[in-house]
């Protein structure tokens, strides 16, 4: 059974640091696509990134780009997501995503079948 499993969330200001984790268990494979996807009150579910776990290559939406790194540990079978100079409009549900890595598609959440729990991070002004 695939199971994605997030954590790290939490509160913070704003200009602060958060780093959320994802791990992944029960694909075949080892290489993977993982993306990271945030959801606020009354807003559609957005990309933040994406990575493959075969060679570590990254995408990250526009309104992240230079703040946040998405990196993978694969002993781990871990992703990460590190968020940094934090604003209150990062403040959502963040959830990560993964599929087999068959190449890069649109990283976007159609793209994924597999999907892990929401970790609230809160960004305060």
């Known amino acids: 059974e695939v199971q994605l499993q997030a954590s790290g969330g939490g509160s913070v200001q704003t200009g602060g640091s958060l780093r959320l984790s994802c791990a992944a268990a029960?694909?075949?494979?080892?290489?993977?696509?993982i993306g990271w996807f945030r959801q606020a009150p009354g807003k559609e579910r957005e990309g933040v990134g994406c990575?493959?776990?075969?060679?570590?290559?990254?995408h990250y939406a526009d309104s992240v780009k230079g703040r946040f790194a998405i990196s993978s540990d694969n002993a781990k079978a871990t992703v990460y997501l590190h968020m940094n100079m934090l604003k209150p409009e990062d403040t959502a549900v963040y959830y990560c995503?993964?599929?087999?890595?068959?190449?890069?598609?649109?990283?976007?959440?159609?793209?994924?079948?597999?999907w892990g729990q929401g970790t609230q991070v809160t960004v305060s002004s």
């Open positions: 029960g694909f075949t494979g080892s290489d993977l696509a």
């Open positions: 990575i493959s776990t075969s060679d570590g290559s990254t």
């Open positions: 995503a993964g599929e087999p890595w068959e190449g890069w598609g649109p990283c976007n959440s159609l793209s994924f079948d597999y």
